[in-house]
Nanobody, 122 residues
Protein backbone atom coordinates (compact mmCIF):
# COMPACT_ATOMS: atom_id res chain seq x y z
CA UNK A 1 0.00 0.00 0.00
CA UNK A 2 0.90 3.68 -0.17
CA UNK A 3 1.76 5.62 2.95
CA UNK A 4 1.89 9.37 3.47
CA UNK A 5 3.82 10.75 6.44
CA UNK A 6 3.45 14.41 7.35
CA UNK A 7 5.56 16.72 9.46
CA UNK A 8 5.87 20.40 10.27
CA UNK A 9 2.62 21.23 12.00
CA UNK A 10 2.56 23.23 15.17
CA UNK A 11 1.53 26.37 16.99
CA UNK A 12 2.41 29.83 15.72
CA UNK A 13 1.21 33.36 16.29
CA UNK A 14 -0.64 35.36 13.67
CA UNK A 15 1.69 36.58 10.96
CA UNK A 16 4.10 33.71 11.46
CA UNK A 17 5.12 30.91 9.14
CA UNK A 18 5.14 27.14 9.01
CA UNK A 19 6.35 24.65 6.43
CA UNK A 20 4.52 21.35 6.10
CA UNK A 21 6.14 18.35 4.46
CA UNK A 22 4.73 15.04 3.28
CA UNK A 23 6.67 11.98 2.18
CA UNK A 24 4.99 9.30 0.08
CA UNK A 25 6.27 5.73 0.23
CA UNK A 26 5.23 2.30 -0.96
CA UNK A 27 5.24 0.23 -4.13
CA UNK A 28 4.46 3.26 -6.26
CA UNK A 29 4.28 3.21 -10.02
CA UNK A 30 3.48 6.86 -10.50
CA UNK A 31 2.10 9.87 -8.65
CA UNK A 32 -0.04 12.38 -10.48
CA UNK A 33 -1.41 15.36 -8.57
CA UNK A 34 -0.52 15.99 -4.95
CA UNK A 35 -2.10 18.44 -2.60
CA UNK A 36 -3.00 19.74 0.80
CA UNK A 37 -6.46 19.92 2.31
CA UNK A 38 -7.62 21.15 5.68
CA UNK A 39 -10.54 20.79 8.02
CA UNK A 40 -11.29 23.44 10.61
CA UNK A 41 -13.57 22.92 13.61
CA UNK A 42 -17.19 22.87 12.50
CA UNK A 43 -16.31 22.97 8.81
CA UNK A 44 -16.01 20.50 5.97
CA UNK A 45 -12.67 19.52 4.53
CA UNK A 46 -11.54 22.01 1.90
CA UNK A 47 -8.86 22.20 -0.73
CA UNK A 48 -5.87 24.34 0.14
CA UNK A 49 -3.49 23.77 -2.76
CA UNK A 50 -2.69 21.18 -5.41
CA UNK A 51 0.21 20.62 -7.75
CA UNK A 52 0.43 18.37 -10.79
CA UNK A 53 3.40 16.25 -11.73
CA UNK A 54 4.29 18.94 -14.25
CA UNK A 55 4.28 21.70 -11.65
CA UNK A 56 0.93 23.36 -12.32
CA UNK A 57 -0.49 24.73 -9.07
CA UNK A 58 -3.95 25.61 -7.84
CA UNK A 59 -4.81 27.47 -4.65
CA UNK A 60 -7.88 28.26 -2.66
CA UNK A 61 -8.71 31.96 -2.81
CA UNK A 62 -8.25 32.25 0.94
CA UNK A 63 -4.55 31.30 0.75
CA UNK A 64 -3.45 32.81 -2.55
CA UNK A 65 -0.39 34.97 -2.10
CA UNK A 66 0.37 33.49 1.32
CA UNK A 67 0.88 29.76 0.74
CA UNK A 68 3.17 28.04 -1.75
CA UNK A 69 2.99 24.38 -2.69
CA UNK A 70 5.96 22.54 -4.18
CA UNK A 71 7.05 18.96 -4.83
CA UNK A 72 10.09 16.84 -5.50
CA UNK A 73 9.16 14.10 -7.95
CA UNK A 74 12.37 12.14 -7.35
CA UNK A 75 11.82 12.04 -3.59
CA UNK A 76 8.03 11.71 -3.78
CA UNK A 77 7.53 14.59 -1.39
CA UNK A 78 5.26 17.61 -1.34
CA UNK A 79 5.62 20.75 0.79
CA UNK A 80 3.40 23.62 1.79
CA UNK A 81 5.07 26.86 2.79
CA UNK A 82 2.60 28.85 4.86
CA UNK A 83 3.34 32.53 5.41
CA UNK A 84 1.37 35.37 6.98
CA UNK A 85 -0.71 32.88 8.89
CA UNK A 86 -4.09 33.93 10.23
CA UNK A 87 -6.21 32.46 13.02
CA UNK A 88 -8.67 31.31 10.36
CA UNK A 89 -5.93 29.02 9.01
CA UNK A 90 -6.22 26.92 12.16
CA UNK A 91 -7.15 23.41 11.06
CA UNK A 92 -5.98 19.87 10.63
CA UNK A 93 -4.02 19.73 7.40
CA UNK A 94 -4.06 16.57 5.29
CA UNK A 95 -1.63 15.54 2.59
CA UNK A 96 -3.08 13.93 -0.52
CA UNK A 97 -1.55 12.02 -3.41
CA UNK A 98 -3.22 10.57 -6.48
CA UNK A 99 -1.10 7.53 -7.22
CA UNK A 100 -0.94 4.12 -8.83
CA UNK A 101 0.85 1.21 -7.21
CA UNK A 102 3.10 -1.14 -9.17
CA UNK A 103 0.76 -4.12 -8.91
CA UNK A 104 -1.13 -5.03 -12.04
CA UNK A 105 -4.85 -4.32 -12.06
CA UNK A 106 -4.68 -1.21 -9.88
CA UNK A 107 -5.82 2.17 -11.11
CA UNK A 108 -5.00 5.62 -9.81
CA UNK A 109 -6.64 6.54 -6.55
CA UNK A 110 -6.31 9.06 -3.76
CA UNK A 111 -4.21 8.39 -0.68
CA UNK A 112 -4.26 10.49 2.48
CA UNK A 113 -1.94 11.30 5.32
CA UNK A 114 -2.87 11.12 8.97
CA UNK A 115 -3.29 14.88 9.31
CA UNK A 116 -1.23 17.41 11.20
CA UNK A 117 -2.56 20.16 13.45
CA UNK A 118 -1.83 23.77 12.59
CA UNK A 119 -2.88 26.30 15.22
CA UNK A 120 -2.54 30.04 14.73
CA UNK A 121 -3.03 32.18 17.80
CA UNK A 122 -4.13 35.80 17.85
Amino acid sequence: QVQLVESGGGLVQAGGSLRLSCAVSGTIFRINAMGWYRQAPGKQRELVATITSGGTTNYADSVKGRFTISRDNDKNTVQLQMNSLKPEDTAVYYCNANAKVRSIGYSFQDYWGQGTQVTVSS
